[in-house]
């Protein structure tokens, strides 16, 4: 994922993508003790993100327009929740 990311945030919002450097791993199943089990162990579940978004998105500022399985992270698209 680290790969994938290039070490920047993978927050696009839009057309355009967040260009911070990315200080956060956002595991797209979060809680429960089990971040590191089952599915959120995929790459494609997580999401590099900048320390802001990652604050944003931990207090539902930020939150993803859809969630597609097929290839999640890389391509999500989110949104300001205003
Ligand atoms: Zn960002």
Known sequence: MR???????????GS???????EHIH????????RD????MLAQNKLHLCAREHEDERLKRLRPVSWDEADWAATVVWERVT
């Open 16 to 22: 355009a993508r967040c260009k911070q450097r990315a």
């Open 27 to 34: 595991h797209r199943f979060g809680g429960n003790g089990r």
């Open 37 to 40: 089990i089952g599915p959120s």
């Open 3 to 13: 790969r994938r990311s290039g070490g920047r945030c993978e927050v696009r919002i």
